[in-house]
């Protein structure tokens, strides 16, 4: 993908209309999908990698709109700055923002809505030391995947 970025820039002398070259070009665009997770990094500039990310922003949603693009931010509780910086750049962008229910999937798919929008569930390290426990409303091998060893 680099590469191909690499050309169509140096060709189009335009970050977001190199995006959209390559886009446009189905061929080129299944190549790099198809050789994701087959490693080979390549290295990039830091300035190089943020350039390519914002030229996909644009692109998507000058072509689409900012609603085909969607985020996840932390929750507040571990870390204010990282959900702020995450939320008001999606407001900024128009996107819709993921829950952290989106990201943290082992958590139980009601929990939100009953539980309210950000949920205190127990630390699962305290149930060892728990001389009773009730699992209500859990099914903890499919809710809590790491913890159901415990």
């Known amino acids: 993908l680099l590469d191909m970025y690499r050309e169509a820039k140096a060709r189009l002398r335009d970050p977001v209309l190199a995006w959209a070259d ?3 070009d ?3 665009r299944a190549r790099y999908q198809r050789a994701r997770g087959k490693g080979g990094l ?34 507040p509780a571990m870390s204010m700055v990282s959900h702020a910086a995450g939320a008001r750049f999606h407001s900024l962008i128009g996107a819709p923002m993921l829950s952290f229910y989106d990201w943290y999937a ?3 798919v009601a929990s939100p809505q009953v539980f ?3 949920t205190d569930v127990p630390e699962s390290g305290d149930w ?9 409303g859990t099914n903890v091998p ?7 060893h415990w």
Request: hydrophobic share 45%; glycine share 6%.
């Open 22 to 24: 390559i886009q446009g």
């Open 26 to 28: 189905p061929e080129r």
């Open 42 to 75: 390549v290295r990039a500039s830091w300035d190089e990698a943020v350039e390519m990310v914002a030229a996909a922003h644009v692109h998507t949603i000058r072509t689409h709109g900012p609603d085909r693009i969607a985020g996840f931010s932390p929750i």
């Open 106 to 108: 082992d958590l139980p």
């Open 116 to 118: 309210g929008d950000q």
């Open 128 to 136: 060892w030391d728990a001389a009773y426990l009730i699992m209500w």
């Open 142 to 148: 499919v809710t809590r995947t790491p913890d159901a």
